[in-house]
């Protein structure tokens, strides 16, 4: 095998589980290897080092106040120019402000070149609920075909592939999801950070499981001969890592869990030709689709900075504030089970939920937010 | 080349535009304070430069929720914004001392950089090519690769390449400025 470039080599620092088993295994036996990844960590620390800064405590809301008062003065609102680079893809960005039109027309005609571009469709910055009921979860698993078959004890396997109707699935990941001893253990594999909550709701007990998910990348081709608009596009996605852990104590004998704590990378989408528009319009315009889950799609606005939260049938939803970060609350009927989802400004999307009434979910999500 | 992009008071955006942007600048500011923070390594400098990249980003996303492409320009423009503050600029240990703003304390690494290496290392900033020093300064502001990746309009396979070559580039340029 070639050795690993520098580039692959800089990010196993960073993000090991992103960069593929085979460069792992290369690095592990060649000495060369092993001596260039030596400087290049060298170099990556030294200039951690070097431009880490005083990092200020900020007050958002002084400075929006503070931002508005100089857009109420015409003087203090003019500012530098902002200067930037032009890049192909940002000279595009430019130029669909005034000439939309002609861009639109350029991309057209230079379908080869705009094919080849990534662009990202999925980057979620916040989380929005979305209602559904069973009839819509059966929609969208028809939407799956056959649906994708998991491996032996209900995990997926690492790598594998699945024919959809309107193209085929392959997914990969740096290993199978598993229980793990420690917390440390867990973020040594996810390179994500937990610190537990100080205090927890009588009941919760100590924590029983802990799980550590690697990246897994998905990719989508779409068929050619599904709609103009998206055929023969790639769409890419990454989700993870992950890191579960779980809380219970005893019940009768069993074992129960009361609460869980997920902390994931955001999922994050790229396309090699459609827009997201153009992706979201095509899925929802699929046979099956309920009109009501197409609505509130709809309603969900840009599909690019959202991450969907269904909230089943009979569940009842709020918005919440977690520290600075917008976040749902979701409730269910009886009042015996809640959960906070919300994603924090690094990232991170992070799940607690348990057999907790609203009031101690918060509680606990407060205490990590 | 180079885009510019310059306040003209009349292009006010109206008032029914802000309960939007304002979820959108709460939601990016403080990655954008801290991404203009590792390059000008002053937090009050660092907060104006934020007010001028997101005064600039209201009038270009005014509604930034129907852009899919704001979020990843705020950061993108704070890091060049924040390098062409530095541009030629020799006031900052002077505002550093000025500055009564809350900081939260150096850690030991920090510690270990008086204002005179910091000062080196914005200068050193400054002389790479832009791209590298914008890679530098999205990365080890804590952006991931994809994130990186998107605000560049780059794949995210080739954010480590560029971000080798950077760190190489910054060492070198260090080196060379402090040798007799």
Known sequence: MRHVPDGVLRRLLDEPLAVPDGARRHMEACGRCRSSSAVVADDAATVSRLLSAPQPDLDAGRAWAQMQRRLADPVLAQHPPIRISRRPGWRVLNASVSTGAVVTAGLALTGVAAAATLTTVFAPTHVKTVPVNTGDLRAVVSLLGAGVAPARGGLLPATGSQQLPFGTLRWTSAGHGRQVSSIAEASALTHLAFAAPATLPTGVGQISAIYAQPMVTATVLISRNASPSVSGTSLAVTGGPAMLVRYGGQAGGTSLTTLGILTMRRPVATSTGATTAQLENFVLSRPGIPADLVRQIKLLGNLTSVLPVPVPQGAASEQVRIGAWPGVLITADSGAASAVIWESQDGLVHVVAGLLDSKDILNVARQLG | ?180
């Open chain 2, 1 to 180: 080349m180079e885009a510019s992009f310059v306040t003209s008071p009349t292009s006010m955006t109206p008032d029914t535009s802000f309960s939007a942007f304002e979820r959108f600048f709460r939601e990016h500011y403080p990655a954008v304070v801290r991404i203009a923070c590792g390059v000008v390594g002053d937090p009050q400098a660092a907060q104006d430069v934020a007010q001028d990249v997101f005064i600039a980003a209201l009038r270009r996303f005014p509604e930034p929720d129907a852009s899919q492409h704001a979020s990843a320009w705020v950061r993108v423009a704070a890091a060049h914004a924040g390098l062409n503050a530095i541009r030629g600029e020799r006031r900052r240990g002077h505002r550093q001392q000025q500055c009564g703003i809350e900081v939260a304390s150096a850690g030991p690494e920090e510690a270990m950089l008086d204002q005179e290496s910091r000062a080196e290392v914005r200068q050193a900033l400054r002389r790479l090519p832009r791209r590298s020093a914008v890679v530098l300064v999205l990365r080890h502001s804590g952006l991931s690769y994809a994130e990186v990746a998107e605000a560049m309009n780059v794949n995210v396979g080739h954010v480590g390449t560029m971000l080798r070559r950077a760190e190489s580039a910054l060492r070198k340029e260090l080196n060379d400025a402090t040798r007799p």
